[in-house]
């Protein structure tokens, strides 16, 4: 069975920082392209960014309200996917989903149950 | 405010043929594909479409998505109550070199 797990949420003063990891089991972790994905409370989708597979180079990229700040990264050998969240400000606030986005013929296809990330004073 | 239009109420009763629209440009929808996602109430998204028209395994072949230009549609046939949820869109946008989505739309079942 396919599982993905964030932890690493919680309440983060502005201007902190957070890391999030996606504990991923259940398929072969090293040749999915992962995104993370984000929910504001009451308020829709947004995408913070993705990982290539290492086959596929590994190149990350970001939606623009996170570059700079947000950095994605993975373990293979640990079938991890990372979130390193710098700079938080209150409108980070929301949940955080992992997801694959591209895996074999697959997209979209696995998400995590996400991890609600509060940054408030 | 979301780049892809969706909107964001749509409603209809058991049985009925229901489509929530999905605008966009030709930077996003035109020129990729799209995706549809359904969120139950206090759960993470479920892909129901994927590159347009594919539904994963699993999914009921009541929904269908479509795509024309720089709109498409996700069609639900024969509504059920466990239906009532929000719908989104989605399109890779090369113009921003990223995922957008629609401002989802909460489908009500009467």
């Known amino acids: 069975e396919v599982q993905l797990v964030e932890s690493g949420g919680g309440l983060v003063e502005p201007g902190g920082s957070l890391r999030l990891s996606c504990a991923a089991s259940?398929?072969?972790?090293?040749?999915?392209?992962m995104s993370w994905v984000r929910q504001a409370p009451g308020k829709g989708l947004e995408w913070v960014g993705r990982?290539?597979?290492?086959?596929?180079?590994?190149?990350?990229e970001y939606a623009a309200p996170m570059k700079g700040r947000f950095s994605i990264s993975r373990d293979d050998s640990r079938n991890t996917l990372y979130l390193q969240m710098n700079s938080l400000r209150t409108e980070d606030t929301a949940v955080y989903y992992c997801?694959?986005?591209?895996?074999?013929?697959?997209?979209?296809?696995?998400w995590g149950q996400g991890t609600l990330v509060t940054v408030s004073s | 405010q979301s780049v892809l239009t969706q909107p964001p109420s749509a409603s209809g009763t058991p049985g009925q043929r229901v489509t929530i629209s999905c605008s966009g440009s030709?930077?996003?929808?035109?020129?990729?594909?799209v995706y549809w996602y359904q969120q139950l109430p206090g759960t993470a998204p479920k892909v129901l479409i994927y590159?347009?028209?594919q539904r994963p395994s699993g999914v009921p072949d009541r929904f269908s998505g479509s795509k024309s230009g720089a709109s498409a549609s996700l069609a639900i046939s024969g509504l059920r109550s466990e239906d009532e949820a929000d719908y989104y869109c989605?399109?890779?946008?090369?113009?921003?070199?990223?995922?957008?989505f629609g401002g989802g739309t909460k489908l009500t079942v009467l």
């Open positions: 259940g398929f072969t972790f090293s040749n999915a392209w």
């Open positions: 989605a399109a890779w946008d090369d113009s921003l070199g990223g995922w957008v």
């Open positions: 990982i290539r597979s290492k086959a596929d180079g590994g190149a990350t």
């Open positions: 030709n930077s996003n929808i035109e020129s990729n594909y």
């Open positions: 997801l694959t986005e591209k895996y074999l013929s697959s997209w979209h296809l696995y």
């Open positions: 590159r347009n028209n």
